[in-house]
């Protein structure tokens, strides 16, 4: 056969293969599109429906679209959601069509939409994998594609558009498409490589705007935390393996970042069965995420209120592994770091700064603090411990925070019971620093702290406090506060001590306080209630407060010191006045003040410059009932000493210098603190004072009780006894007596002065301190005449002699002698008198002998002083051979020695031996005449001064003196009675 009739055979061959071919296709393309809707309608569980099937000529068919809709795999009803692919090419190989196998070369779909809902992914994880197709895996490619997504987790459908799909022949198909939100240049690339069983997933995010979630709705609020705790640009990748023989996903080596934040997941995955997610699992590491994106949870915790915070800045790492099925429930574990971070804490308007933590998280939502630390105000504050969640909300906790130098503020003050709080208020603590422990559990709190601060007051006592610190212990259940190591200075002083406060009911405090060389300041003069009086004290003291139950809001002393005990040892006090000047000074001495009142003991100090030593008490309600003892140092009366007393300037003007000792009981402290009554008893070792050159010295003993309900109503009674006691050239050995004074008079009734042999006393004597005036009774008893007239300077053999008695009035103003004034009487026995210089003088004149064989034994007369004078207006000498009478003055001038006082004297004398000498033996008066006593009298006038006189002779006798003398001799001698 010719070739080109092979070659034309073969054409009709192939022609009519074709044919036929073409001819059974068209016949047998319905009935291969309902054999493909069964088949694919049960391995899928849905409804298929294939419209437009068509074998095309040798190579392959096409297909217009196939919808598919999912069955309830429970009732078998169709869901709601559908597949739907459109244009679709299927290549055979020729080969294939020869055998009858029919296997696709090559699968083209122009488009396919699916629509997925909560019953579509029941339905897609509820397929099982059929047989694996033998032979080579078809071409397969999809031009276009859209998966719309609508689930419960989702507020919105989601959708995915632009999906391509192209499979080399393989195992595997490749499918790229993007996930758009919103619009067109907010997507996310996905590639998926497609196995029958088993499929590989990439989903990658490339500056992706996540303010496209708000469209989504998202449950839980995921958009804002996200927003907040990573920014609005995402970047990275999700691995995904998807297996749908096991129905599982799983996620591998996926990472994202969003502004500073990151998320890498190192494993993870979703096991599904038909009705929901089965288990899920995943482990994964965030880093630098805002920790803003926990504000609202660390808000939501109640411990105690301060935990609340806001969140400022730093940033959180979270790390863990998390899995969850539906058996047993959620298991994980995450490891939380914090890193320079910061929080406000609004209700103790405190911040924190430069935060560092490592937290775990458990189930069942406990929260573990390993380890935490920040900065606030300076000072380090760590925590430790965990804490329970329920719902948000705190239902158990223990944490423990350490802090180091913390300055803590007012507002730290909710951390304590209300009652406490005003305690510590009223200590008026200046810049508190805080160290040491804070425990808190839910029912239980409690804190072990070192505190100091600036300045601090201790509520209810008189002590405002530098550089205070102490050692803080509280237990929530024991209602008690202590403070151990309490310690502080007060103006260099330092008060240390325990305190527990307790508040159990009205806040009381136990206390043991000891203070060490504190000062006497303002506040403990107003505590005393000393600043109601016009006392000011100074000094300084070492104490010991120790109280039970006691009570800060207390009035002093009525209520405080019920239940308060004060030891104090006084170191240099000084007390002032107002009015007085410095009053004590140099005080030193134990103290003691309780309820019962106070007691002093071992005081020593000044007052008014002068030493003493003291003690006594002072009942507390009974001043009336208080007592002082005072024992003086020896005492320097001068000048100095009156400048310094009350009353000194009254001393002052007397010139009474010298040293005593005093000994005072001082009794009843009313009106201001004076003493209202008391006794002294004083050793005068020498007293001294001079006026107008009139000196007194005296030493001895006085005793002496007063009563002063005031300074200027001050009444004193009382004795002394004198050993020794000069006025002027006046000295006595001895001098007693009682006195009083009231009103600024001093009144002394009776007293008694040894002298010169005799006495004296002196009755109603008064002594008026105001202006000086004084005046008083004299009784001279057998005073030694000899030893007056050399006290004045008069001595030797010729000085008069004799025993003086006599009554003797004055007055006078000071010891001014010119403003005495006075009278009395004297008389003289046993007296040698004629041989005074005066008297040896007049006998010269008158041309008499002097007596020797018989002296003078006894003299008698009066006197008066006024205006600087003492007026003799008679004076008679009898007893010798010449009887004399004497009147005339003698000057008492101020400012004059005793030889410089002028004298004027009229002297009468009788010329007859032994005339006087008959007088005890007969009547003189009968027996002799005045005319002849005439005849036997002479007279002398004397003129000059004491030291330096002249003695004249009158020529005729005077009358009136020889009268008095006749008076004069009956006083002397008695007339004996008439037979």
């Known amino acids: 056969m010719k070739r080109s009739t092979k070659y034309l055979l073969t054409a009709i061959s192939v022609f009519l293969l074709v044919l036929i071919v073409h001819s059974a296709s068209v016949v047998l393309s319905p009935m291969i599109a309902a054999r493909m809707e069964k088949s694919m309608s049960k391995k899928l569980n849905a409804e298929v429906e294939i419209t437009g099937f068509a074998v095309r000529f040798l190579s392959g068919a096409s297909i217009e679209s196939i919808a598919v809709k999912p069955l309830d795999p429970d009732t078998a009803e169709p869901e709601a959601g559908v597949i739907s692919l459109s244009e679709i090419k299927i290549d055979l190989f020729p080969a294939s069509l020869v055998s009858g196998r029919y296997q696709p070369k090559r699968i083209e779909i122009e488009n396919i939409n699916a629509d997925f809902n909560n019953q579509s992914f029941n339905w897609l994880f509820s397929l099982k994998p059929g047989k694996e197709i033998s032979g080579k895996m078809p071409e397969i490619k999809v031009n276009d594609g859209s998966v719309r997504i609508e689930h419960r987790v989702l507020g919105k459908p989601l959708h995915v558009k632009d999906i391509k799909i192209s499979g080399p022949t393989g195992a595997m198909i490749a499918v790229n498409g993007q996930i758009n939100f919103g619009n067109k240049n907010n997507c996310l690339d996905l590639k998926m490589n497609w196995a029958p069983s088993f499929a590989q997933a990439e989903i990658r995010a490339e500056n992706f705007d996540l303010s496209v979630l708000r469209e989504l709705n998202m449950a839980g609020g995921i958009y804002t935390d996200l927003q907040t705790g990573f920014g609005e640009k995402l970047t ?122 490592e937290i775990e998280v458990s189930p069942p939502a406990r929260i573990k603090i390993r380890s935490s630390a920040g900065w606030v105000s300076n000072g380090k504050i760590e925590a430790f411990g965990f804490f329970d969640l329920r719902n948000k909300t705190v239902k158990d906790y223990r944490l423990e925070l350490a802090l180091g130098e913390i300055t803590a503020n007012k507002s730290m003050l909710v951390l304590l019971p209300e009652n406490v709080r005003e305690v510590v208020e009223d200590m008026q603590l200046q810049h508190p620093v805080v160290s040491g422990k804070i425990m808190l559990a839910s029912q239980h709190a409690g804190v072990e702290l070192e505190a100091k601060a600036r300045r601090a007051r201790m509520p209810g006592l008189p002590f405002t406090i530098a550089t205070p610190a102490s050692n803080i212990k509280w237990d929530s259940g024991a209602k008690k506060i202590y403070f151990n190591q309490c310690r502080g200075h007060i103006n260099g002083g330092l008060l240390s001590g325990n305190v527990v406060l307790k508040y159990d009911g009205p806040v009381n405090a136990d206390f043991n306080l000891h203070g060490r060389r504190l000062p006497i300041n303002p506040e403990m003069l107003k505590w005393l209630e000393l600043d109601k009086t016009p006392w000011m004290i100074t000094g300084g003291y070492d104490i010991e407060l120790r109280a039970a139950n006691w009570r800060s809001g207390e009035n002093f002393p009525a209520q405080a010191l019920k239940k308060l005990q004060i030891k104090a040892d006084l170191r240099d006090v000084a007390v002032y006045h107002p009015v007085y000047g410095k009053v004590a000074d140099n005080w030193y001495g134990h103290l003691t003040m309780d309820e019962k009142g106070s007691r002093v003991k071992d005081f020593r100090g000044e007052i008014f410059g002068v030493g003493f030593h003291a003690s006594g008490t002072i009942p507390e309600h009974e001043l009336s009932k208080a007592h002082l003892s005072l024992e003086s140092e020896n005492i320097d009366l001068n000048e100095q000493l009156y400048g310094r007393l009350p009353f000194g300037e009254k001393i002052k003007k007397t010139g009474i210098k010298g040293q005593c000792e005093l000994r005072a009981e001082l009794d009843s402290l009313h009106g201001g603190w004076i003493p209202e009554k008391g006794s002294v008893s004083t050793v005068i070792h020498s007293l001294n004072s001079g006026s107008l050159n009139l000196q007194i010295s005296t030493g001895g003993t006085a005793r002496f009780a007063f009563t002063a309900p005031g300074a200027e109503k001050a009444s004193v009674e009382g004795k002394f006894d004198m050993n020794r006691f000069s006025l002027g050239k006046f000295e006595a050995n001895r001098l007693s007596g009682d006195f009083t004074y009231h ?109 020797r064989q018989k002296p003078v034994t006894d003299a008698y007369g009066n006197f008066k002083i006024k205006n600087g004078k003492i007026t003799i207006n008679e004076l008679l000498l009898t007893g010798g051979t010449a009887p004399m009478l004497m009147e005339g003055s003698v000057g008492l001038k101020k400012g004059k020695d005793f030889k410089e006082q002028s004298l004027e004297l009229l002297i009468t004398a009788a010329k007859t031996d032994g005339l006087l000498d008959r007088i005890p033996l007969i009547n003189w008066i009968k027996h002799y005449t005045l005319d002849l006593f005439k005849r036997i009298a002479m007279q002398v006038r004397v003129e000059g001064t004491i030291g330096d006189y002249k003695v004249k002779r009158l020529s005729g006798p005077v009358t009136e003196p020889v009268e008095k003398m006749w008076g004069l001799m009956e006083k002397l001698t008695p007339s004996p009675p008439e037979k």
Do not use: C
């Not at 004055?810 to 026995?829: D, H, M, Q, W, Y």
């Open 743 to 851: 009103d600024g008079r001093i009144k002394i009734p009776g007293m008694k002065i040894n002298a010169y042999g005799g006495s004296i006393r002196l009755n109603n004597s008064i002594i008026n301190t105001e202006n000086g005036r004084w005046r008083t009774e004299l009784l001279p008893v057998r005073m030694d005449l000899e030893s007056i007239f050399a006290a004045f300077g008069i001595t030797g053999e010729n000085t008069p002699a004799g025993s003086l008695r006599g009554e003797i009035k004055l007055k006078g103003n000071r010891f001014n002698p010119e403003a005495v004034a006075g009278s009395g009487t004297i008389k003289v026995a046993h007296g040698i008198l004629y041989d005074f210089p005066i008297f040896t003088s007049i006998f010269n004149v008158l041309d008499l002998q002097m007596p």
């Open 236 to 357: 990275g990748r999700l691995l995904a393996g998807i297996s749908l023989k096991s129905s599982t996903v799983t996620l591998q080596n996926s990472f994202f970042n969003a502004g500073r934040a990151s998320l890498e997941i190192f494993s993870g995955g979703l096991s599904f069965d038909r009705q929901a997610i089965e288990r899920a699992w995943i482990r994964a590491e965030v880093k630098r995420i805002n920790p803003e994106i926990v504000k609202d949870f660390v808000n939501n915790l109640q411990i105690k209120n301060f935990a609340k915070a806001r969140i400022k800045q730093g940033h959180i790492n979270i790390g863990g592994i998390a899995s969850w099925n539906k058996d047993a429930g959620l298991d994980y574990r995450a490891d939380v770091s914090l890193r320079d971070g910061s929080a406000y804490f609004p209700e103790l308007k405190t911040a924190v700064n430069d935060m560092e933590a």
